[in-house]
């Protein structure tokens, strides 16, 4: 199997979303302004307001309807779409919530409300479920989910302009290789510093080895200090999302034009969504999807796009010029 390189994007080259943006409005005549924490563009008296990914164009029902995964859950399945088993906690349903983790026997716990990875714990056991617990009450204002892990499947980001997906990014749980001296810990911060100097964009998505992450490791035999033979990976989380230190890897030319109708019919059946990024976790996305194949985790009204634009590995997609096209046929310009 050939090694993947990483991507190098030169500091002096690299543009933020808002930068790129800015840049691809101004080419087109656009007069581009900052107004607190949007950006608002300009063509002859026609307006469009930007919250990153989201604009004037998104409505707030389909932002909330997957902001909260139970109502996006329901939609999935109404739409005939795979969703993982589980099922929706209180916060004082703790017990309930174990309960369903000693059915499950592998399980995800995450918050109702959710997003960027945050307050979401993957491999939760009973041993490790008081971390995980704990995690998805930090982070939530709603209830806690406990769904089956899908074993074996590779997370992948869609996104979906307009109806029709324009890229896809695999991605990979972040993870250390031993050189047989060094630890885990030391191999991990090494990982972090090579990742934000070949890639800009990286900063502040550090792989920070939490309490959960411990608890894996000692799962596996590992601790901070342990040393890893020469060429011994050691995955750190199975959690595989940018935010928290995952990769990124271009495949969308790989992937079945079967998933790619999947995430494009749940940005069709959600009213007023312009742009959105719809995770799919799939064993593997290049075949038909089938029951026992794929399931979609979750769709977001204001996706990421750096992890396209500017992936650890594969050919980069230029998905903010593609955004920034969009908003113009919707201001119809030119």
Known sequence: MTELVRNEFPAGDYLSQAQLFRKYFKSKGCSVKRIGRLLEV???GRVCHMLETETTNTSLLAYRMLKDKRVARSLFERIRV?????AAFSSQDRSAALEKVKELGLAVIKPADGNKGRGVSVGVTTENFDDAWRSALAATHSQILVEQCFENGVEARYCVIDGECVAVHSRMPPSVTGDGVSSIQELNDRRNELLLKLNPSRRNTEAIIDEHRKNLLAGLGFSLDSVP???EKVIL?????ISTGGDAQNITSQVHPEMIRIAESIALAIPGLDICGVDILARDHAIKPSDENYIVLEANTRPGLSGHQYPDFGEPIDVSKLVVESVMRRMRIG
């Open 237 to 241: 989380d199975w959690k595989a999302g």
């Open 42 to 44: 300009e063509y002859n």
């Open 229 to 231: 033979a020469f060429g």
């Open 82 to 86: 795979n969703t993982a088993v589980g």
